[in-house]
Structures are given as structure tokens and as C-alpha cells.
């Protein structure tokens, strides 16, 4: 019987599953992609707001990861949230204990919720920059993110997907290669708000690497998943929609 391909997911809890480690299980299934979840942090929030976070307990991430370590094959690896620097090293130093960079690690540099929530501070942002961020196949921040982190990792060597840049009528990705533009991706603009579109991508894209598809080719699939996705969605919160996944 064929292995099935797994996926470590180092992230956050979003009680409305619109983003967070619900969201990249939700997502993975549709690409037959089973999920090993790490909490870094739990939420109080909603489409308008985040209210409150609270970053796990010393050691449960190193742990937790040392326990599916033992037992399961990782293929892939996804990093969203980090909500302080204990977590940010702790992660750092699983990454490297466990030689999980020799996989594709996508991490989406989350620093501001969609409603101007700041998840991480000055030198958290720094310490991942350095150390984490290095040891990255993919990095796939946001426009504003990206003004925030982009003149800071002139040394980054993987791939920088900047996501979600409206025009009139188009979304378009820019994808960035050793600071050179490889490719531009385009996407119609339906100009709904969708809580977690980020999220998302960067799992979708994740889930297509580790099943075999060349970079190129995973972000056109999976910006064609987030397509499908939005089309098909109806539920709204006060402020955004979230994706029917």
C-alpha cells in the first residue's frame, strides 16, 4: 500500500478556521495530504478582530515534534504564526535537530492579522529572519508584509512569492528568485474581502510540492484551488468572508 504523503504544519488556531492550522487541514485534504499539527499559539478572534493570543507552553513545540518524529515520515513542512521568540528558537532548533530543512519548508511570515492585529514583535521578526527563514524553499508574504521584511533578507537564497497585489481587476503574485523576478502570476479580482486567502495559498502550495510538482506549477494550481475556492464561498462575518475550502 502507497505511503500517503504528510505534511508538518507549525502554526496557530483561528477559531473561525479561516486561517490557522483548521484552514491548512481543510486545504490539505483536497490534495490528498495528510497533516501533522504543531500549535504555537491559540486565538480569540474573528473576521473583525483579534482579540487575544496565547503562545504554547516551554517545550510543547520541541516535544510535540520529537513524538511525530518517532513514528511518522515528514515530507514537507509548513510554518505559519510565531508568536514570540522562545517559540520562534524552539522551532528553529527542531528544524535542525530533526534535519527538516533537507525538506521543502514554506513559511508565511505572518506579522499583522487582516485587521491590523501585530502577532510579532521587532526582534522576533529579526530572530526568524536570521534563523529560520534561511533554512525556507519558500517564503510567500503579503504586500505589506513584504514591506516590512523585504529589504531585510537580501542574503535569501529560495524562493519570495509576494501575494495578493490588487489592481482594478486583477490579484497578481510576484515571484522572486536570489531578489530576481522569475515569474508574474495573475488572478481575477472578485474585490470580496476572504479571511485566510494567504493561509491557504501557502499550504495549497506546499501540498503541491510535496506531490511532486515543480514551484512554476504549484503556485498556478494553487492560485486555480484559491479561484475555486473563493467562487463557491457565501459565508460572511462582519468584516470578511471566509473560503468555502
Known amino acids: 500500500m502507497k505511503r500517503s504523503k504528510n505534511l ?17 487541514i481543510e486545504v490539505s485534504r483536497n490534495f490528498n495530504i495528510k497533516v501533522f499539527s ?4 491559540t486565538t480569540i478572534q474573528n473576521t473583525s478582530k483579534v482579540t487575544k493570543v496565547t503562545s504554547s507552553k516551554k517545550n510543547y513545540i520541541n516535544k510535540s515534534i ?19 521568540l ?10 535542525i535537530k530533526h534535519k527538516l530543512y533537507k525538506k521543502k519548508i514554506i513559511l508565511d511570515p505572518i506579522i499583522y ?39 531585510e533578507i537580501n542574503t535569501f537564497s529560495g524562493y519570495y512569492l509576494i501575494t495578493g497585489i490588487k489592481t482594478k481587476d486583477k490579484v497578481k503574485c510576484y515571484l522572486y528568485k536570489n ?5 508574474i ?19 495549497s502550495i506546499a501540498c503541491n510540492l510535496i506531490n511532486g510538482e515543480q514551484i512554476i506549477k504549484s503556485i498556478l494550481k494553487s492560485l486555480l484551488y484559491i479561484s475555486k475556492c473563493i467562487k463557491k464561498s457565501n459565508l460572511k462575518g462582519k468584516k470578511q468572508f471566509l473560503l468555502n475550502k
Open 8 to 24: 508538518l504544519v507549525i502554526s496557530g488556531h483561528d477559531p473561525t478556521g479561516g486561517a490557522g492550522i483548521q484552514a491548512d
Open 38 to 41: 504543531v500549535l504555537t499559539c
Open 66 to 84: 520529537n513524538e511525530i518524529i518517532k513514528e511518522f515520515k515528514i515530507d514537507g513542512v509548513k510554518i505559519g504564526v510565531i508568536p514570540n
Open 86 to 95: 522562545s517559540v520562534a528558537k524552539e522551532i528553529y532548533n527542531s528544524l
Open 113 to 151: 492579522s487582516e485587521s491590523g492585529y501585530k502577532f510579532i514583535s521587532d526582534i522576533t521578526r529579526k530572530y526568524i529572519i536570521n534563523k529560520i527563514l534561511p533554512l525556507c524553499f519558500i517564503v510567500t508574504p503579503n504586500e505589506f508584509e513584504d514591506k516590512i521584511i523585504g529589504d
Open 179 to 183: 531578489k530576481r523576478l522569475k515569474k
Open 185 to 203: 502570476f495573475t488572478n481575477d479580482n472578485n474585490k470580496k474581502v476572504f479571511h485566510g486567502t494567504g493561509c491557504a495559498l501557502s499550504t
